[in-house]
């Protein structure tokens, strides 16, 4: 039985990645911090045959620790601070976790591996935050990277770090350039989920307006749970590589409150949606749209779901949680 670690377990998309190793017939192990974290219920309670090890990705010790109790063939690494928008008001924070908390993780697994450092193999998520400053479009593994934020700067930091580790050990440790995925369980904070939410309580007159940023960005928006096969399938190649993750297509906000209205019968939102400079970034990244070719030819990796289709489960699944009368966003999350 393969076994995997996985760091950022509490998130989107370490439950989702948990899930796929389950059913794959991996034994999986997940790095939890804090001493008390409450979302440790929501991971045991969607995926009970998880194994918890308390570890911060800013502790070495902590995280050696759990890769010797886990012994993984695979590590994942997805814990990071990852809300853009939070990572100018805490960068050394975001520094800390989102780009040394990746040379942590690095070390952890090169001196678990010993004189096999390619035994454990490992997967850095990174992101299309990467490319920031618009260079080309579409953006490939070959785009200059430019990033716009302190996340971004830290996230480039993680991935070439990922690289060097490559060159330098052999460790067979790949790069996602994953761009956004989003679903049913992602963040309030995150502007799909953020929308997706306030439709629904508007739609059950429950909220009157939403107070949105820039409405002009545009993203490849995809589905979580088809960007997780996607990590698993690079740890699968002979070789380690980096591969981005996209659909090819982009949208603007406007786009997504667009077809979020529209599910719940509004053709004109404007009425509910005002803007404050509260939520614009103090420099954007403007155009994100992905060329995942190499991912397709060489992994054989697809999405499935498409942007409309996207937006109207995430409204459609929000619609049901209220209706349900859940009151905590760890249960909006499951
Ligand atoms: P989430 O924000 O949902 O999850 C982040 C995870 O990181 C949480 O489990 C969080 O734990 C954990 N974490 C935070 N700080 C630490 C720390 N100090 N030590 C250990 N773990 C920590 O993110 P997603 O699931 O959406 O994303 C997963 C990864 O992929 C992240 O690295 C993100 O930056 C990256 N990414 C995401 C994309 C997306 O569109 N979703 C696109 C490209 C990259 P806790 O619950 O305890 O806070
Ligand atoms: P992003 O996602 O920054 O791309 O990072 P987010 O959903 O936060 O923002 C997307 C775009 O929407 C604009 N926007 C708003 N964003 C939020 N959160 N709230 C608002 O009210 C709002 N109004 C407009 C933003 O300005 C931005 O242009 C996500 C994270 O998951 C990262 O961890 C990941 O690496 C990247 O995706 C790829």
Do not use: C
Not at 30 to 58: A, F, I, M, S, Y
Request: no cysteine.
């Amino acid at each position: 039985m393969p076994r995997a670690l996985i760091t950022g377990i509490t998130g989107q998309d370490g439950l989702y990645l948990a899930e796929l190793l389950l059913s794959k017939g991996y034994e999986v192990h997940g790095v939890l911090r804090g001493q008390n974290n409450p979302k440790r219920e929501l991971v045991e309670r969607v995926v009970p045959d998880v194994t918890l090890h308390t570890g911060d990705l800013t502790d070495l010790s902590s995280l050696m620790r759990a890769i010797g109790r886990a012994q993984p063939d695979e590590f994942y690494n997805l814990g990071a601070v990852s809300y853009v928008a939070y990572s100018w008001e805490n960068a050394h924070v975001t520094t800390e976790v989102t780009g040394n908390g990746v040379l942590n993780a690095l070390e952890a697994v090169r001196l678990y591996a010993g004189d096999d450092p390619s035994r454990v193999r490992f997967y850095q998520a990174s992101s299309s935050e990467m490319f920031g400053k618009v260079q080309e479009v579409p953006q490939s593994e070959k785009t200059l990277l430019w990033p716009r934020s302190p996340y971004g700067v830290a996230k480039v930091y993680g991935h070439y770090m990922t690289i060097n580790y490559r060159e330098s050990y052999g460790m067979h440790a790949s790069s996602g350039i994953l761009f956004n995925h989003e679903s049913p369980r992602r963040g309030p904070e995150f502007v799909t989920r953020k929308v997706s939410l306030a439709v629904a309580r508007i739609a059950l007159g429950q909220q009157e307006k939403v107070t949105m940023g820039n409405l002009d960005a545009r993203r490849d928006w995809g589905f979580a749970g088809d960007y997780v096969e996607g990590m698993w399938r690079m740890l699968q190649q002979p070789e380690a590589d980096d591969y981005v993750l996209a659909t090819g297509e982009t949208h603007s906000i406007r786009e997504l409150l667009d077809v979020a209205f529209s599910q719940v019968g509004i053709d004109d939102w404007e009425p509910y949606v005002e803007q404050d400079p509260r939520f614009m970034r103090p420099a954007e990244v403007d155009l994100l749209i992905g060329d995942a070719s190499k991912a397709r030819e060489r992994l054989g990796w697809q999405p499935t779901v498409r942007f409309e289709e996207l937006v109207r489960m995430m409204v459609d699944a929000d619609l049901a949680l209220l209706r349900e009368g859940a009151r905590d966003s760890g249960g909006s999350r499951s």
